[in-house]
């Protein structure tokens, strides 16, 4: 069987718009939840949303990851360190670990527009300290859910992902290009996240001032072929 792109928390609302963008393009997707059931009943969904071809299961987190090329984090701050120490274990030699965490305030019980300080630096570089050899990149802060469940339409967003891994970055560019209206934008390092999850809690308070739902990103002035140069 071809190596599986893991969503863990992908019964979420974002992990569930990957989930159907992916399978929409042929991926084999494992959907992770704490309970198999409701990863199950995730899969279903996308299945309605794509059609029954749809190479798409559930399973409990850890047993997602166990196959994966790609995992993809898309869980809330308050749980992210205990669900990456619990599949850990599962992580095979080579996987690319995606984080998308956003950290606002909410998971100490304050604002959604606020973010939260963290002594790592960002919540992907915290994953990246529990993951030591596992490549670790942030991506997809700035993409609303609800563009990406919306499969009528491109998600007109920019897909800015930094990281310190090359092969890793290049392996997951060539996933974001498979959906539709997505770019993917070289954002650089990995402490580089620290300034992207904090643009994803402006888009957050955007969304409430203007009454919408998907605020996103579009980085203008890039070259069509999207070369980046070195920086720094
Ligand atoms: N929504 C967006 O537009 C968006 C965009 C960019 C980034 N993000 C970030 O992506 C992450 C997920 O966002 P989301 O909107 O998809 O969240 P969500 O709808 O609340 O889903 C998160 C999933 O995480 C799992 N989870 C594991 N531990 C949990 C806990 N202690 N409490 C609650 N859920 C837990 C749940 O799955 P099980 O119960 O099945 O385990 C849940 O379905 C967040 O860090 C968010 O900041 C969201």
Known sequence: MARAIAIIGGTGEIGLGLAFRWA????????????KERAEAAALKVRDAVGSEAKVEGFENREAASQAELVVLTVP???????????????????????????TAAAIG?????????????????????????????????VAA????????????????????????????????LIPGARYVDGGP??????????AVLLISLNIRYGVHRAGLRITGLPEDLLPRKVG
């Open 190 to 199: 990995l402490e580089n996240a620290r300034i992207v999850e904090h643009l």
């Open 146 to 177: 609800e563009a990406l469940q919306d499969l009528d339409h491109p998600i007109e967003s920019d897909v800015i992902v930094c990281g310190d891994a090359k092969d890793a970055k290049e392996a997951l560019k060539a996933l974001i290009e």
């Open 110 to 142: 304050g604002r959604l527009t606020r973010t939260v300080g963290l002594w790592a630096g960002s919540a992907a570089e915290q994953v990246a300290e529990l993951l030591p050899g596992i490549p670790v990149l942030s991506g997809f802060q700035t």
């Open 24 to 35: 929409q393009a042929r991926q084999v997707v494992h959907i992770g939840s704490r309970q």
């Open 77 to 103: 701050l308050s749980a992210q360190i205990s669900i990456v120490k619990g599949v850990k274990p599962a992580l095979q030699s080579g996987t690319i670990f995606v984080d998308c965490t956003v950290p």
